[in-house]
């Protein structure tokens, strides 16, 4: 025994709630984290822990940077460490720097299970996490770096504490760099707001 109590949480049927409310979800996956957060949240403060460390490696930093890029426009990833807005709980993500090959590999050779994608919504086809980390698997073979390019990319914005800071709508028209822009919508973004 390690010692450390594990606790596992009450059954929520996070998809079927999604189901029932499709048209009002933008992303299944947003919809599901945040469920599945809460539910972490919760556990923790029933225990009374103030810190709650999350498993994400730097290829889940790096997939959801695309995934943001790509759906929304937004520089964004997951932080590395930052306080819920209740100000109760402290997440952090020791394992950011670490590639998910490398963990597999080091469960592995521990004997410890390797728990494989289980999303349910994924179960029927491959879905946009899939799709992108194939696209960095095939970059990755033309660019043997970029797993290090994308580190360093990220770090302004997996490295601020709060929520949100990494990329500002543009309320009022701004200028940087002698380049005007205003905002169209509330999901225009300007790289590091005015």
């Keep these: 025994s390690s010692g450390i109590n594990a606790e596992y949480g009450e059954k929520q049927g996070i998809l079927s709630k999604a189901e029932e409310t499709a048209d009002q979800i933008r992303s299944i996956c947003s919809y599901c984290s945040r469920m599945k957060r809460g539910r972490i949240y919760a556990a923790a403060r029933r225990q009374r822990y103030n810190v709650v460390a999350m498993g994400q490696h730097l290829d889940d930093l790096s997939e959801s940077f695309l995934m943001s890029v790509f759906h929304n ?14 100000q109760d709980l402290r997440v952090i993500r020791p394992l950011i720097y670490v590639r998910e090959r490398d963990l597999r590999s080091f469960a592995e050779s521990r004997g410890l299970p390797v728990i494989a994608e289980n999303c349910p919504a994924c179960f029927e086809e491959p879905k946009e996490r899939h799709r992108v980390k194939q696209l960095l698997a095939h970059q990755e073979l033309l660019f043997p770096r970029l797993s290090g390019s994308l580190l360093r990319a990220m770090k302004p914005l997996y490295s601020k504490d709060r929520v949100g800071l990494e990329s500002r709508p543009v309320t009022t028209p701004c200028t940087q760099n002698g380049v005007t822009a205003a905002a169209e919508s509330d999901d225009d973004m300007f790289p590091q707001g005015c």
């Excluded at 932080?79 to 209740?86: F, G, R, S, W």
């Design 73 to 86: 426009g937004l520089l964004r990833t997951m932080k590395a460490h930052y306080t819920v807005a209740e």
